[in-house]
Nanobody, 127 residues
Framework: QVRLVESGGGLVQAGGSLRLSCAAS????????MGWFRQTPGKERVFVAA????????YYADSVKARFTISRDNTKSAVYLQMTSLKPEDTAVYYC????????????????????WGQGTQVTVSS
């Protein structure tokens, strides 16, 4: 079973930066895609960014494009989310997710397309 553990969340002022990390462990970790989602109270979990684990291609939600960068370290089985120019509306619990198999339509953005999830890390951006 794959286990994902996020870290790096915290409180930051608007305009600031944070770097989230997600470490994967477990028996024979193998993932086709890794992604980041976020969720605020009372709302659905939404896609933020994802990366093709093998090829490194990326995809971003429009709301974070040009401000966030997703990357991975294959040697450490880790994925990162560098967040810059943070806004109060970026405040949320951020979840790391992984999908084991190739997706027929490219990088998946739906919550249901991912097989395993981390426990989440809180990011709070003050105005």
């Amino acid at each position: 079973q794959v286990r994902l553990v996020e870290s790096g969340g915290g409180l930051v002022q608007a305009g600031g930066s944070l770097r989230l990390s997600c470490a994967a462990s477990g028996r024979a970790f193998s993932s086709a895609y890794m992604g980041w989602f976020r969720q605020t109270p009372g709302k659905e979990r939404v896609f933020v960014a994802a990366i093709n684990w093998n090829y490194g291609s990326t995809y971003y939600a429009d709301s974070v494009k040009a401000r966030f960068t997703i990357s991975r370290d294959n040697t450490k089985s880790a994925v990162y989310l560098q967040m810059t120019s943070l806004k109060p509306e970026d405040t949320a619990v951020y979840y790391c997710a992984g999908r084991a198999d190739e997706h027929p339509y490219g990088i998946p953005v739906a919550v249901g397309s991912y097989d395993y999830w981390g426990q989440g890390t809180q990011v709070t951006v003050s105005s």
